[in-house]
């Protein structure tokens, strides 16, 4: 494993800035003057509230409309303000012992590049790929414009770039669509970034395919992981946890080469609290998340119980990407209580963590039961139990060769603290430590 120490500690609380701050989509576009980014700094002592330990930022690099069409990725979009701007966001955020991922769209540009509007006019096409006579587009979008990954000019240039903001303060990367990219070409960047900022973390957005070969043919230190995000949500929606079992299985397999990124909510899918059809079971996506092997990822809002869906349509992402006015603002009984369970499980997360490797182990698995153990490489276990059904489901620590343990979590946790028989709500939860 290639990732610096502090990642073993890291946990992410993501936000979409251009939506965040209501500067994408809305007309008139807000000016430079406006100093929008500013205002997640109002932010920070939320997220540090939370327990969260980072910043993972979507784009904040000029561009034309949702910040994946990057136009110049040496300034800050005018819509959220300036240089001056971002260097004070990433003091506020290091001053509270946040660290600070950037988002960076190196497969493909906006139609304003300076270089492709060069191209498009009859000059030097070397930068991007072509069909002919044609350029190549990102998966048929018009807007964004495919980069030659073969152009050494391309290579220098994603270096130089990286580099630059990681001088001015940022900790790291996610890699967007990084799955479209050669790994030679990622392969030919970062060891040249390292070897400037060794302690830079970087992680490419990769949906399907071979994650450990990514990995090990790229250079990444992670890849996001949306084989277990899938997994989770729709077993709990299907009440078929054998689903969830065998994606962890599958986690545990990719703990051996690399630490993957896990979320359960992010600003390209369905908020988690929509995508369930039982209310009652973010709070078990959750338990998941923070109590498996990975780098955990909270995307802004879902730990109010924010809902939005994402459809695939101009516009589709508006949704799960809204304007935040103030912390708390509008946050029901109902958000509250979420947001409590995040505090406290994250801040379970961050007592023991051995979690950041730690591989799980079936117990007993139903449908709509699901009792595991997270274990540690080197020593520390909890035993997680889950149910989605309506009926209480026993849980005998004995069974497991345990003779008792502590609650230390839980929906409707028992009296008694230290349980070796006991019993899971219907629709609830509980994590014992054994004792």
């Excluded at 190196?106 to 069909?131: I, P």
């Excluded at 830079?200 to 395919?209: D, L, N, P, Y």
């Excluded at 009440?239 to 909510?265: K, S, Y």
């Amino acid at each position: 494993m290639t990732e610096p120490q502090w990642v073993q500690h890291v946990i992410w609380w993501q936000v979409y800035p251009l939506g965040f701050v209501g500067a994408y989509p809305a007309d008139p576009a807000p000016t430079p003057d406006e100093h929008r980014l500013r205002r997640l700094v109002g932010w920070l002592d939320y997220a540090v509230e939370l327990g969260a330990s980072g910043l993972a930022l979507g784009p904040v690099f000029a561009s034309r409309t949702h910040g994946y069409d990057t136009t110049d990725h040496y300034r800050i979009d005018p819509r959220l303000g300036s240089d001056e701007d971002f260097d004070h966001l990433i003091a506020e955020a290091h001053r509270r012992g946040l660290r600070v991922l950037l988002d960076g769209v190196f497969n493909h540009v906006g139609t304003d590049f300076a270089r492709y509007r060069d191209a498009a006019a009859g000059g030097d096409r070397s930068w991007f790929r072509t069909h002919g006579d044609d350029f190549a587009t990102f998966e048929g979008h018009e807007g964004l414009i495919a980069l030659n990954h073969r152009s050494p000019e391309v290579v220098d240039y994603t270096a130089d770039v990286m580099s630059h903001w990681l001088s001015r303060g940022a900790d790291g990367w996610r890699l967007d669509a990084a799955y479209a990219v050669p790994d030679r070409f990622w392969a030919q960047v970062l060891p040249r970034v390292r070897q400037a900022h060794p302690q830079a973390w970087f992680v490419g957005e990769v949906i399907h395919g071979d994650y450990q070969a990514r990995v090990r043919d790229s250079g990444f230190d992670s890849v996001t992981q949306y084989e277990l995000w899938k997994a989770i949500w729709s077993s709990l929606n299907d009440g078929n946890l054998h689903e969830l079992d065998w994606a962890l299985t599958r986690h545990d397999e990719f703990l051996d080469t690399f630490v993957p990124m896990t979320f359960i909510g992010n600003h390209d899918v369905t908020r988690i609290a929509s995508q369930l059809t039982n209310p009652d079971h973010v709070e078990h996506a959750l338990v998941v998340l923070l109590t498996t092997g990975g780098i955990p990822s909270i995307y802004a809002g879902d730990e109010v119980a924010y809902r939005g869906v994402k459809e695939e349509r101009f516009g589709g992402d508006d949704a799960v990407r809204p304007e935040f006015g103030s912390p708390h603002e509008g946050v029901g009984e109902h958000g509250q209580q979420v947001f409590r369970a995040h505090q406290h499980l994250i801040g379970l997360r961050r007592r023991h963590p051995w979690l950041h490797t730690a591989r799980t182990a079936a117990l007993h698995v139903t449908n709509r039961g699901y009792v595991y153990a997270a274990r540690g490489e080197q020593g520390g276990e909890l035993v997680v139990a889950l149910n989605v059904d309506d009926e209480a489901m026993p849980l005998s620590l004995p069974e497991f060769g345990i003779d008792r343990g502590e609650v230390v979590a839980g929906s409707g946790a028992p009296p008694s603290d230290v349980v070796s028989d006991t019993a899971v709500p219907p629709h609830g939860w509980l994590i014992v430590a054994p004792r």
